[in-house]
């Protein structure tokens, strides 16, 4: 069974930081591509960077310089280093595993970010 379970969400004033974490089971996230999502109340889901299985990454344009995404294949974990948040980046965080083919293996359960002061 695959499974996603993400964690490190929180409450965080603007300009602070905060590191989530996605740990995999039931598949290796070393030779997929992983990555991190969020959505805004009343907002479809936006892609927020991932890395694929070369190790290349890709991030929305809002986040660049400031979220960084790597991966502990030893763990099986991907990270999502978020620094200088802002009050737009308050969303659910979902972690997300997917496939060569391009089709969605597993997500996890979401995780909350507040920015706010």
């Known amino acids: 069974q695959v499974q996603l379970v993400e964690s490190g969400g929180g409450l965080v004033q603007p300009g602070g930081s905060l590191k989530l974490s996605c740990a995999a089971s039931g598949i290796s996230l070393r030779f997929n591509t992983a990555g991190w999502y969020r959505q805004a109340p009343g907002k479809e889901r936006e892609l927020v960077a991932s890395?694929?299985?070369?190790?290349?990454?890709y991030y929305r344009g809002s986040v660049k310089g400031r979220f960084m995404i790597s991966r502990d294949s030893a763990k099986n974990t991907v990270y999502l280093q978020m620094n200088n948040l802002e009050p737009e980046d308050t969303a659910v965080y979902y972690c997300n595993c997917r496939g060569s083919s391009g089709s969605d293996i597993a997500w996890g359960q979401g995780t909350q970010v507040t920015v706010s002061s």
């Open positions: 890395i694929n299985s070369g190790g290349f990454t």
